[in-house]
């Protein structure tokens, strides 16, 4: 009767110990339902489709509201790009103008893949300083086409600019080339120039409307504040805290043995580490969110990353150079080191996944929000994404 009381109550304790296994999995799997994001086959679509895209932003004090609107889209008018069924690799630089007398008439920043440096530019525009309705769009649209560092060019690659801003040009700047043959130019070398005006200036649109008939994009006219809509979600702040603890895994690789590459892998650390900082101090909450898919999305997230390096086929964990690894993995065995970097690269495929399953939520959230809205959008991001969405097709980039 013992025996056969000891073997129901073993098969019982069996049986509850496989259902409490079973359920934690179940559970698991509903929090993360999405397979490990493999950025490896975006990368290979990528070096043959590529989007070099230039922003030329008047930075007066009237365009305060379009420039809060920038820092807020920027990442998604990228991301909408990435998602694409061609994966296009995306470059982006940006040229802030004013007027002479101002602080500056330009400050450029070129065509880059750190998308995080764009950003942080970006988040240093301060409208200030104009006044005088007409700004030096001459000198700006010039800077835009000839200091932008675009490539040659060629199959697959689109180069793309827009120029936007509210206020006309000075027709009196002669030492500088009109509007219209600096457009001529730039579609002589096969950049497409749109232009967006904020606002109803007098003297503006006629001139926008020339830019971009001349530089074969398309005009567009929104609101004097940008006519951004951003949409707070419940998920942006821990998108954001799984954005962070992505940067954590950063691992700064090159720069060669000795002093001067340990010196030069710790000073891009601790650029890493500055920008992830003011990103989640400073940045709105809709950017850091979109900067997190960007993260899990984007091949290149990382410039001069080790791990980024091996994910994307760039790099052989068999071909690293020893001198170009930080101390911490070059006193390693190279067993070890393989080990450790594995490691590595399971921890951020884990949070890869998280991003992403949340970030899909976020969508939801934003599609059902945007329908109550109305739906309907026609600010700089909706011009800017519709805009790309034709020109890019233009190139055979779907």
Known sequence: MKTYAFRVATALFTFLVGVAVATSWVLSSRISNIAPVDISSSATDSRNQILELVFVLDTTSSMTGLIEGAKQKIWGIVNDVMQSPSHPAVRVGLVGYRDRGDEYVTTILPLTNDLDKVYTTLMNYQAAGGGD?????????????????????????????????????????????????????????????????????PGTRGVWEEIARIGQGQYFAIAQDGGVQAITTPYDEQLGQLAT???????????????????????????????????????????????????????EAYVGDL??????????????????????LRKLSPDERRQEIEKRLAERRD???????????????????????????????????????????RKGIK
């Not at 007409?134 to 120029?163: H, Y």
């Not at 590459?261 to 940045?283: M, N, Q």
């Not at 791990?307 to 690894?325: F, P, R, T």
Request: charge should be neutral; proline fraction near 4%.
């Open 245 to 299: 603890k992505l940067g954590r895994t950063f691992v700064a690789y090159g720069g060669g043995a000795g002093a001067f590459g340990d010196a030069k892998r710790e000073e891009v650390v601790a650029e890493a580490t500055r920008v992830e900082a003011r990103v989640a101090t400073s940045a709105p909450a809709p950017a850091k969110a979109e900067r997190a898919f960007n993260k899990a999305l984007n091949a």
């Open 307 to 328: 791990l980024q390096n091996i994910e994307n086929g760039s790099l052989k964990i068999d071909a690293i150079k020893e001198e170009d690894l930080p101390s911490d």
């Open 351 to 393: 949070l890869r996944a998280q991003i992403m399953t949340l970030s899909k939520q976020r969508q939801d959230f934003i599609k059902a929000e945007a329908q109550k809205r109305g739906g309907a959008k026609s600010g700089f991001d909706a011009a800017v994404s519709d805009a790309l969405k034709e020109q890019l097709a």
């Open 133 to 201: 309705a007409p700004e030096d769009v001459r000198r700006a649209l010039l800077d835009g086409v000839r200091k932008a560092g675009w490539s040659q060019g060629g199959s697959g690659v689109a180069q793309i600019m827009f120029l936007v801003g509210d206020a006309p040009p000075h027709d009196d700047y002669r030492d500088e080339p009109d509007t219209s043959s600096t457009t001529a130019e730039a579609a002589r070398k096969g950049i497409v120039v749109n232009s967006i005006q904020c606002g109803s200036m």
